[in-house]
Protein backbone atom coordinates (compact mmCIF):
# COMPACT_ATOMS: atom_id res chain seq x y z
CA UNK A 1 0.00 0.00 0.00
CA UNK A 2 1.29 3.30 -0.81
CA UNK A 3 1.78 6.66 1.08
CA UNK A 4 0.01 9.39 0.45
CA UNK A 5 2.91 12.16 -0.06
CA UNK A 6 1.59 14.64 2.90
CA UNK A 7 2.94 11.59 4.62
CA UNK A 8 6.04 11.15 3.17
CA UNK A 9 7.00 14.90 3.70
CA UNK A 10 6.06 14.89 7.17
CA UNK A 11 8.26 11.49 7.69
CA UNK A 12 11.12 13.64 5.71
CA UNK A 13 10.62 16.82 8.37
CA UNK A 14 10.53 14.20 11.18
CA UNK A 15 13.84 12.54 10.19
CA UNK A 16 15.44 15.91 9.34
CA UNK A 17 14.48 17.85 12.48
CA UNK A 18 15.50 14.89 14.60
CA UNK A 19 18.87 14.88 12.84
CA UNK A 20 19.20 18.47 13.98
CA UNK A 21 17.86 17.93 17.59
CA UNK A 22 21.06 14.75 17.97
CA UNK A 23 23.39 17.44 16.21
CA UNK A 24 23.23 19.61 19.36
CA UNK A 25 20.79 21.82 17.44
CA UNK A 26 17.55 23.05 18.95
CA UNK A 27 15.21 23.50 16.03
CA UNK A 28 16.33 24.87 12.49
CA UNK A 29 17.87 27.98 12.12
CA UNK A 30 16.80 29.24 8.67
CA UNK A 31 16.38 32.80 7.54
CA UNK A 32 13.75 34.57 5.65
CA UNK A 33 15.39 33.29 2.17
CA UNK A 34 15.88 29.68 2.98
CA UNK A 35 19.13 29.44 3.12
CA UNK A 36 21.32 26.96 4.47
CA UNK A 37 23.40 28.40 6.79
CA UNK A 38 25.79 26.97 9.62
CA UNK A 39 24.96 26.68 13.75
CA UNK A 40 27.15 25.16 15.99
CA UNK A 41 29.41 23.47 13.37
CA UNK A 42 26.09 22.12 11.71
CA UNK A 43 24.67 23.14 8.50
CA UNK A 44 21.20 23.85 8.08
CA UNK A 45 19.42 22.70 5.12
CA UNK A 46 16.32 24.23 2.71
CA UNK A 47 14.96 21.06 2.35
CA UNK A 48 12.46 21.06 5.57
CA UNK A 49 11.10 24.81 4.56
CA UNK A 50 10.77 23.03 0.76
CA UNK A 51 8.80 20.39 1.94
CA UNK A 52 6.66 22.42 4.34
CA UNK A 53 6.21 25.11 1.80
CA UNK A 54 5.74 23.28 -1.35
CA UNK A 55 8.06 25.11 -3.41
CA UNK A 56 11.32 25.19 -4.84
CA UNK A 57 12.67 28.82 -5.32
CA UNK A 58 15.15 28.82 -8.19
CA UNK A 59 17.28 31.14 -9.31
CA UNK A 60 18.27 30.73 -13.13
CA UNK A 61 21.18 31.93 -15.69
CA UNK A 62 20.09 32.45 -19.70
CA UNK A 63 22.07 30.09 -21.00
CA UNK A 64 20.12 28.43 -24.04
CA UNK A 65 19.28 25.21 -24.34
CA UNK A 66 20.17 24.54 -20.31
CA UNK A 67 18.05 27.44 -19.26
CA UNK A 68 16.03 29.57 -22.02
CA UNK A 69 14.87 32.93 -20.31
CA UNK A 70 11.60 34.14 -22.52
CA UNK A 71 12.96 38.29 -22.83
CA UNK A 72 9.45 39.55 -23.10
CA UNK A 73 8.09 37.38 -20.01
CA UNK A 74 10.68 35.87 -18.45
CA UNK A 75 9.21 33.14 -18.42
CA UNK A 76 12.17 30.32 -18.31
CA UNK A 77 12.61 26.88 -19.51
CA UNK A 78 14.97 24.54 -21.76
CA UNK A 79 16.54 20.94 -20.49
CA UNK A 80 17.56 21.75 -16.85
CA UNK A 81 14.60 23.93 -16.35
CA UNK A 82 12.14 20.64 -17.39
CA UNK A 83 14.13 18.69 -15.83
CA UNK A 84 13.96 20.38 -12.36
CA UNK A 85 10.08 21.24 -12.59
CA UNK A 86 9.76 17.36 -13.16
CA UNK A 87 11.98 16.01 -10.42
CA UNK A 88 9.51 18.96 -8.26
CA UNK A 89 6.51 17.10 -9.68
CA UNK A 90 6.96 14.06 -8.64
CA UNK A 91 7.36 15.07 -4.60
CA UNK A 92 4.06 17.70 -5.44
CA UNK A 93 6.43 20.37 -5.41
CA UNK A 94 6.71 23.52 -7.61
CA UNK A 95 9.36 25.56 -8.79
CA UNK A 96 9.50 29.33 -8.59
CA UNK A 97 11.68 30.73 -10.47
CA UNK A 98 12.98 33.95 -8.43
CA UNK A 99 15.90 35.79 -9.75
CA UNK A 100 18.16 36.08 -13.05
CA UNK A 101 21.88 35.84 -12.26
CA UNK A 102 25.42 35.62 -14.00
CA UNK A 103 28.21 33.68 -13.75
CA UNK A 104 30.18 35.32 -11.90
CA UNK A 105 27.31 36.03 -9.14
CA UNK A 106 25.15 33.04 -8.88
CA UNK A 107 26.97 31.33 -6.27
CA UNK A 108 26.80 34.19 -4.08
CA UNK A 109 23.17 34.68 -4.37
CA UNK A 110 22.81 30.79 -3.84
CA UNK A 111 24.47 31.50 -0.23
CA UNK A 112 22.88 34.36 0.96
CA UNK A 113 19.42 32.72 0.76
CA UNK A 114 18.28 34.95 -2.76
CA UNK A 115 17.22 31.32 -3.90
CA UNK A 116 17.39 28.00 -3.04
CA UNK A 117 18.90 26.28 -6.10
CA UNK A 118 20.88 26.87 -9.21
CA UNK A 119 19.66 24.41 -11.70
CA UNK A 120 20.68 25.43 -15.09
CA UNK A 121 23.22 22.81 -16.16
CA UNK A 122 26.03 24.80 -14.79
CA UNK A 123 29.23 22.98 -15.45
CA UNK A 124 31.22 21.09 -12.51
CA UNK A 125 34.36 22.18 -11.13
CA UNK A 126 36.58 21.73 -7.91
CA UNK A 127 36.34 25.51 -7.91
CA UNK A 128 32.90 25.50 -7.63
CA UNK A 129 32.59 22.87 -4.80
CA UNK A 130 34.37 24.94 -2.47
CA UNK A 131 31.53 27.26 -2.59
CA UNK A 132 28.49 25.53 -3.45
CA UNK A 133 26.90 21.36 -3.33
CA UNK A 134 26.79 20.23 -6.15
CA UNK A 135 24.57 17.71 -7.57
CA UNK A 136 25.25 14.44 -9.61
CA UNK A 137 25.11 15.63 -13.46
CA UNK A 138 22.09 14.98 -15.92
CA UNK A 139 24.58 14.98 -19.39
CA UNK A 140 27.96 16.34 -20.09
CA UNK A 141 29.34 19.05 -22.21
CA UNK A 142 32.13 18.51 -24.29
CA UNK A 143 34.23 22.38 -24.07
CA UNK A 144 36.32 23.42 -27.48
CA UNK A 145 38.29 25.67 -28.55
CA UNK A 146 36.94 28.15 -31.26
CA UNK A 147 39.13 31.14 -33.85
CA UNK A 148 38.36 32.47 -36.84
CA UNK A 149 37.89 30.23 -39.99
CA UNK A 150 40.82 32.74 -41.36
CA UNK A 151 43.08 32.70 -38.38
CA UNK A 152 46.11 30.81 -39.54
CA UNK A 153 47.78 30.89 -36.17
CA UNK A 154 46.52 27.91 -34.65
CA UNK A 155 46.96 25.61 -37.86
CA UNK A 156 48.78 22.85 -35.39
CA UNK A 157 46.30 23.64 -32.77
CA UNK A 158 45.55 24.09 -28.95
CA UNK A 159 48.94 24.89 -28.23
CA UNK A 160 49.29 28.09 -30.51
CA UNK A 161 46.97 29.84 -27.87
CA UNK A 162 49.62 29.78 -25.06
CA UNK A 163 51.26 33.10 -26.83
CA UNK A 164 51.41 36.51 -25.56
CA UNK A 165 50.25 37.71 -28.83
CA UNK A 166 46.77 35.31 -28.22
CA UNK A 167 43.37 36.86 -26.35
CA UNK A 168 40.63 34.76 -25.05
CA UNK A 169 37.39 36.21 -24.93
CA UNK A 170 34.91 35.27 -22.52
CA UNK A 171 32.67 36.22 -19.54
CA UNK A 172 33.47 37.59 -16.45
CA UNK A 173 33.42 34.56 -13.90
CA UNK A 174 32.68 31.77 -16.85
CA UNK A 175 35.07 28.99 -17.42
CA UNK A 176 36.34 30.15 -20.74
CA UNK A 177 38.78 32.62 -18.43
CA UNK A 178 39.30 30.02 -16.28
CA UNK A 179 40.69 27.19 -18.50
CA UNK A 180 42.47 30.20 -20.40
CA UNK A 181 44.43 30.99 -16.87
CA UNK A 182 45.01 27.47 -16.14
CA UNK A 183 46.11 25.49 -19.38
CA UNK A 184 47.31 29.18 -21.58
CA UNK A 185 48.64 31.38 -18.94
CA UNK A 186 50.92 33.15 -21.42
CA UNK A 187 47.81 34.51 -23.33
CA UNK A 188 45.97 37.63 -22.57
CA UNK A 189 42.42 37.66 -21.56
CA UNK A 190 39.20 39.70 -22.39
CA UNK A 191 36.04 39.80 -20.99
CA UNK A 192 32.42 40.69 -20.84
CA UNK A 193 30.07 41.54 -18.38
CA UNK A 194 28.54 38.97 -16.62
CA UNK A 195 24.60 38.99 -18.22
CA UNK A 196 26.25 39.49 -21.55
CA UNK A 197 24.76 36.72 -23.81
CA UNK A 198 27.57 33.65 -25.01
CA UNK A 199 27.30 34.66 -28.86
CA UNK A 200 28.39 38.04 -28.20
CA UNK A 201 31.98 36.41 -26.79
CA UNK A 202 31.79 34.63 -30.06
CA UNK A 203 31.62 37.67 -31.98
CA UNK A 204 34.33 38.94 -30.24
CA UNK A 205 36.40 36.54 -31.91
CA UNK A 206 34.41 37.35 -35.37
CA UNK A 207 35.37 41.36 -34.75
CA UNK A 208 38.90 40.52 -33.77
CA UNK A 209 38.17 41.85 -30.54
CA UNK A 210 38.99 38.32 -29.09
CA UNK A 211 41.34 35.76 -31.01
CA UNK A 212 39.78 32.45 -29.46
CA UNK A 213 37.26 31.34 -26.91
CA UNK A 214 36.50 28.13 -25.07
CA UNK A 215 32.61 26.83 -25.47
CA UNK A 216 30.34 23.78 -25.33
CA UNK A 217 29.24 22.30 -28.32
CA UNK A 218 25.66 23.81 -28.90
CA UNK A 219 26.68 27.30 -28.84
CA UNK A 220 29.15 27.25 -30.95
CA UNK A 221 27.24 24.86 -33.68
CA UNK A 222 23.99 27.39 -33.18
CA UNK A 223 26.52 30.37 -33.87
CA UNK A 224 28.11 28.93 -36.87
CA UNK A 225 25.14 27.71 -38.50
CA UNK A 226 23.64 31.45 -37.95
CA UNK A 227 27.05 32.87 -39.24
CA UNK A 228 28.09 30.40 -41.46
CA UNK A 229 31.87 30.88 -42.67
CA UNK A 230 33.35 32.50 -39.43
CA UNK A 231 34.82 30.51 -36.80
CA UNK A 232 36.31 27.09 -36.81
CA UNK A 233 37.45 24.51 -34.64
CA UNK A 234 40.93 24.97 -32.69
CA UNK A 235 42.15 20.94 -32.72
CA UNK A 236 39.96 17.77 -32.59
CA UNK A 237 40.14 17.39 -29.07
CA UNK A 238 38.00 19.36 -26.38
CA UNK A 239 40.11 20.95 -23.81
CA UNK A 240 37.29 19.77 -20.86
CA UNK A 241 34.53 17.39 -20.52
CA UNK A 242 32.18 18.84 -18.00
CA UNK A 243 29.58 17.56 -16.09
CA UNK A 244 26.11 19.40 -16.16
CA UNK A 245 24.81 19.99 -12.59
CA UNK A 246 22.78 21.66 -10.27
CA UNK A 247 24.22 23.63 -7.25
CA UNK A 248 22.45 24.61 -3.97
CA UNK A 249 24.12 26.28 -0.98
CA UNK A 250 27.47 24.97 0.46
CA UNK A 251 26.91 21.76 2.84
CA UNK A 252 23.67 21.90 1.99
CA UNK A 253 23.78 17.68 1.67
CA UNK A 254 19.95 16.56 2.65
CA UNK A 255 18.62 18.93 -0.45
CA UNK A 256 21.75 17.45 -3.11
CA UNK A 257 20.32 13.84 -1.42
CA UNK A 258 17.03 14.75 -2.88
CA UNK A 259 17.53 15.74 -6.27
CA UNK A 260 20.06 13.25 -6.73
CA UNK A 261 17.38 10.79 -6.23
CA UNK A 262 15.58 12.50 -8.96
CA UNK A 263 17.98 13.43 -11.51
CA UNK A 264 18.60 9.48 -11.45
CA UNK A 265 14.86 8.42 -11.34
CA UNK A 266 14.29 11.13 -15.17
CA UNK A 267 17.40 10.03 -16.24
CA UNK A 268 16.08 6.10 -16.19
CA UNK A 269 13.18 6.97 -17.28
CA UNK A 270 14.94 8.51 -20.71
CA UNK A 271 13.93 12.44 -19.94
CA UNK A 272 17.58 13.26 -20.73
CA UNK A 273 17.43 12.37 -24.31
CA UNK A 274 13.92 13.18 -25.11
CA UNK A 275 14.38 16.98 -23.67
CA UNK A 276 17.95 17.38 -25.19
CA UNK A 277 16.06 16.39 -28.76
CA UNK A 278 13.39 18.92 -28.10
CA UNK A 279 15.81 21.87 -27.21
CA UNK A 280 19.06 21.01 -29.21
CA UNK A 281 18.21 18.26 -31.89
CA UNK A 282 21.18 18.70 -33.83
CA UNK A 283 23.89 15.40 -32.95
CA UNK A 284 26.61 15.68 -31.12
CA UNK A 285 25.35 18.83 -28.71
CA UNK A 286 25.67 16.90 -25.68
CA UNK A 287 26.92 14.03 -23.96
CA UNK A 288 24.95 10.81 -22.17
CA UNK A 289 25.45 9.57 -18.50
CA UNK A 290 26.47 5.29 -19.82
CA UNK A 291 23.78 2.69 -17.45
CA UNK A 292 25.42 1.37 -14.86
CA UNK A 293 23.38 -1.42 -15.38
CA UNK A 294 22.47 -3.83 -17.73
CA UNK A 295 19.31 -4.74 -19.07
CA UNK A 296 19.15 -8.96 -19.77
CA UNK A 297 17.47 -10.03 -23.17
CA UNK A 298 15.23 -12.49 -21.46
CA UNK A 299 14.26 -9.63 -17.97
Not at 236 to 242: A, G, I, L
Amino acid sequence: MSHPILSWKSLVLTVLVAAGVSAGVVGWIVPRGGVSIQANGVFKSVLPRILETGVIRAGYIAYPPLCVVDPTTHAVSGIFAEALENIASRANLKVEWVEEAGFSSMVEGLNLGRYDIMPCGVWGTTVRAQRATLTRPFVYSSIKAWARQDDTRFAQGLAAINDSSITVGGLDGSMSLAIAKMDFPEAKTISLPNLTSESQVLLDVVHKRADVTFTDAYQAQLFVKQNPGTLVQVGTKPVRVFPNVMMVPMGDFAFRSFLDAGIEEITNLGLAERLIQKYAPEPGTFLFLRSPYRIDSDS
